[in-house]
C-alpha cells in the first residue's frame, strides 16, 4: 500500500508542476502621456471643420474638439506619410479639467468631452490599412444610428449600428500601427443596441483610462475591445 501510495503523489506532483503559468509581456506599450509640441493646432467647432482637420494635419499636429460639442457622422483617420513616427492627437478641449493621465473617466465627466457619434449603422471613427500614431484623448464617442428601428414590434426592435472605433486592417496592406485611445468614454444606450465598441486590429494597439459600457445587440455576439486580425502587442489597462 505504501508503494502505490508513492506511485500516487509522484503522478501528482508531476502534473502539478506541468501546469502551465501565464508569461508576463514580452513587449512594453509606452502609453505615457506627452503633450505635442512643434506641430499646428487645428481648432474644430463643427463635423465639417473636424473632417477637414482629418484630411489637413501632419504627423506632429492636434486636433481640439470643443467638450459638449456633438461631431455627428462617419468620420476617417487617415494615412499619412509619417517617417519620423510623429504622433496626431485628438483631443477635447477641456483635457486639462479631465482626470490625470493614469486616472480612468467615468460617464460623469462626459460633460467635459466632445461627443462624436455615428448617425446610423456605419462606424463612428475608421482607421484604414495603414494608418499610424493616432492618439484619442478624453472623448465621448457613441451612436445615434437610425438603422434597424422598430419601435412598434412586440417587443420593440431597438436602433442599432455595428461599431463606434474599428482598426479596419485589410490582409496585405501595411498594417495599421500605434493607436492608443486614452481616457474615452464608448458607450452606447439602453435603447441604443451597439455591437462593438472598438476593434484593435494592427500592432501596438492600446485602450488606457477608458470607460467603455452598454454594448450590447439581441442575437449577435458583442465586444467592448476585440481583435482577430494582429500580430500584436495590444495593451489594455485600467
Not at 492618439?135 to 412598434?152: D, I, K, M
Not at 494597439?205 to 442575437?219: E, K, R, T
Request: net charge neutral.
Amino acid at each position: 500500500m505504501t508503494r502505490v501510495l508513492g506511485v500516487i503523489l509522484l503522478f501528482t506532483a508531476a502534473t502539478v508542476a506541468q501546469v502551465p503559468v501565464p508569461a508576463l509581456p514580452h513587449i512594453y506599450i509606452n502609453t505615457a502621456y506627452y503633450s505635442p509640441t512643434g506641430g499646428q493646432t487645428w481648432k474644430t467647432h463643427s463635423s465639417a471643420d473636424f473632417k477637414n482637420a482629418l484630411n489637413s494635419a501632419n504627423p506632429g499636429d492636434t486636433i481640439v474638439l470643443d467638450a459638449g460639442v456633438t461631431y455627428q457622422g462617419n468620420f476617417t483617420l487617415p494615412v499619412k506619410a509619417n517617417p519620423q513616427n510623429k504622433w496626431i492627437y485628438i483631443i477635447s478641449s477641456a483635457l486639462s479639467s479631465l482626470p490625470a493621465p493614469g486616472t480612468r473617466v467615468a460617464p460623469e465627466n462626459a460633460r467635459l468631452m466632445p461627443k462624436i457619434v455615428t448617425p446610423n449603422a456605419g462606424y463612428t471613427l475608421t482607421v484604414p490599412s495603414g494608418a499610424n500614431h493616432y492618439r484619442l484623448v478624453g472623448l465621448e464617442v457613441f451612436t445615434a444610428s437610425n438603422y434597424g428601428c422598430q419601435p412598434l414590434a412586440d417587443p420593440p426592435v431597438n436602433c442599432w449600428s455595428n461599431g463606434l472605433i474599428t482598426l479596419d486592417q485589410q490582409p496585405g496592406r501595411s498594417l495599421i500601427d500605434s493607436i492608443t485611445v486614452d481616457r474615452c468614454y464608448l458607450h452606447g444606450s439602453p435603447t441604443m443596441d451597439l455591437r462593438r465598441a472598438m476593434s484593435a486590429n494592427g500592432s501596438n494597439i492600446a485602450v488606457v483610462d477608458s470607460y467603455i459600457n452598454d454594448v450590447h445587440l439581441p442575437g449577435f455576439d458583442t465586444q467592448a475591445v476585440a481583435e482577430w486580425y494582429s500580430p500584436g502587442p495590444i495593451k489594455i489597462s485600467n
